[in-house]
Nanobody, 130 residues
């Protein structure tokens, strides 16, 4: 069973940076590169929303409009991790952040729809105070 564990959430001042990491376990050696990965976020009382995604090859990325130019998603296949580097944080970025994963052979583009993923973690809280 694949499990995802996020880390790196913290309280920072607006304008600051954070690097979130998500580590996968239960993934057979050499197969992490088959996974399309994404980050979503959620504020209590609101629906979870897409933030960033990366294709299983790592060659393509996609970002929600407010994240473009500020956030960067990346993969480390050897460590079975997906990271989200967040710069120039705003108070509106405050949310719980969740990583998602899906093993796929046919899907070559990043996946924006959370319902297309198979696994997700418990989340890590990011608070940017203004």
């Amino acid at each position: 069973q694949v499990q995802l564990v996020e880390s790196g959430g913290d309280v920072v001042q607006a304008g600051g940076s954070l690097r979130l990491s998500c580590t996968a376990s239960g993934v057979p050696s050499g197969t992490f590169s088959r996974y399309a990965l994404g980050w979503f976020r959620q504020v209590p009382g609101k629906e979870r929303e897409f933030v960033a995604a990366i294709s299983r090859t790592g060659g393509s990325t996609d970002y929600e409009d407010s994240a473009k130019g500020r956030f960067t998603i990346s993969i480390d296949n050897a460590k079975k991790t997906v990271a989200l580097q967040m710069n120039s944080l705003k108070a509106t970025d405050t949310a719980g952040y969740f990583c998602y994963a899906r093993s796929t052979i046919s899907q070559v583009a990043p996946i924006r729809d959370g319902e297309e993923y198979t696994y997700w973690g418990q989340g890590t809280q990011v608070t940017a105070s203004s």
